[in-house]
């Protein structure tokens, strides 16, 4: 329901006194007023480039492909692009030979296009796509705002603060189902524990299925 207009106006109000018309006192005022703000109250503002905002773990930053032993943590799963809204990632996925199956042949963020929503973190199973602090980038040129795997991949050390405040922060209903470990890589069944646990659960049947599949 929209709301009732109120008039919070008291009668008057815009009557000028003898004062208020001679204007003069009023802008020493209102300069008195300015200079005060200037001398007693703190600085908030950054004297940029030298000085640098350091922004919280919460921060959305420029998104980045989480480095992992050296190796993309992605396993090229396309849901990110999927949930992409300006459709600013692509890939190409190829096959590799490890328990991980499947890497990013090519990945690319349109930086122009990106609006730091942080939906590709959201959606990505591997946490393997994650909201950084860069905050500041400038391009000479379009071309130079497309982000391939080289500018992309961040070591995992160095995005410390923000996987843990992943883990603090999600909605714990996720977390409780479904933490990320490196042997709970939900695209591949070859040679996981995840196989082994179904064995000793009886799903022989399962457990055939992934090995004719991987071997296929
Ligand atoms: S932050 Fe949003 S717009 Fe940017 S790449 Fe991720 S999903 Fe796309
Ligand atoms: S959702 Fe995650 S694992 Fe899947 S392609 Fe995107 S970054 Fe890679």
Redesign the pocket.
């Known amino acids: 329901m929209p709301g009732k207009i109120q008039n919070t106006g008291t009668p008057n109000e815009r009557t000028l006194n003898f004062w208020e018309r001679l204007y003069l006192p009023e802008i020493f005022k209102g300069l008195g007023y300015s200079f005060r703000k200037v001398v007693k109250e703190p600085m908030y503002t950054f004297q940029y480039p030298e000085e640098q905002w350091y922004p919280p773990d919460g921060y959305r930053g420029r998104p980045v ?1 989480v480095e992992e032993d050296g190796k ?10 999927k949930a992409c809204p300006p459709m600013a ?1 692509s ?1 190409e996925t190829h096959e590799i030979d490890s328990v991980k199956e499947r890497e ?1 042949k090519w ?1 690319e963020i349109n930086m122009l296009r990106c609006i730091y929503c942080g939906f ?1 973190e959201e ?4 946490e ?2 994650v909201m950084s602090k860069e905050y500041d980038m400038t391009f000479q040129a379009r071309t130079e705002a497309i982000f391939g795997l080289e500018r992309l991949l961040v070591p995992e050390e160095r995005l410390k603060d923000r996987l843990d405040y992943l883990k603090r922060a999600r909605n714990p209903q996720f977390g409780q189902n479904w933490d990320f470990k490196r042997s709970n890589n939900i695209h591949s069944l070859r040679d996981r524990a995840f196989v082994k646990w179904l064995r000793e659960g009886g799903a022989e049947e399962v457990e055939s299925a992934a090995t004719e599949s991987a071997h296929a």
């Open positions: 492909l993309p943590r992605c396993v090229s799963c396309n849901l990110c692009a990632i890939m990013p990945f590709c959606v990505c199973p591997e393997a796509i």
